[in-house]
């Protein structure tokens, strides 16, 4: 059974700077590409940026690109979100999630694994 643990959340001022971790248990983390996703009160889960396995390549939401960098370290079988001048539309739970395969994908439903979340709060 994989777990993955999600921590670095917090409240942040307009303007700051987050860096979320996940740590992921067992010993396969390194085969399977990782994603970050949030999910504000109300709405549905949306993609935030995903990574292969090797991290040898990522994708972006349009809100976030420039913004966010996504990165891992396999070593460690941690992913990070770095989060850089946050917007209070940036609030949300974040989940991080483990890939089906190796390559990233943008859909949620192509992920098998989650995280309980952490929070977000950008205050203006």
């Known amino acids: 059974q994989v777990q993955l643990v999600e921590s670095g959340g917090g409240l942040v001022q307009a303007g700051g700077s987050l860096r979320l971790s996940c740590a992921a248990s067992g010993r396969t983390f390194s085969r399977y590409a990782m994603g970050w996703f949030r999910q504000a009160p109300g709405k549905e889960r949306d993609f935030v940026a995903t990574?292969?396995?090797?991290?040898?390549?990522?994708s972006y939401a349009d809100s976030v690109k420039g913004r966010f960098t996504i990165s891992r370290d396999n070593a460690k079988n941690t992913v990070y979100l770095q989060m850089n001048s946050l917007k209070p539309e940036d609030t949300a739970v974040y989940y991080c999630?483990?890939?089906?395969?190796?390559?990233?994908?943008?859909?949620?439903?192509?992920?098998?694994?989650w995280g309980q979340g952490t929070q977000v709060t950008v205050s203006s």
């Open positions: 999630g483990r890939g089906r395969g190796s390559y990233y994908s943008v859909v949620s439903d192509e992920y098998d694994y």
């Open positions: 990574i292969t396995w090797s991290g040898g390549s990522t």
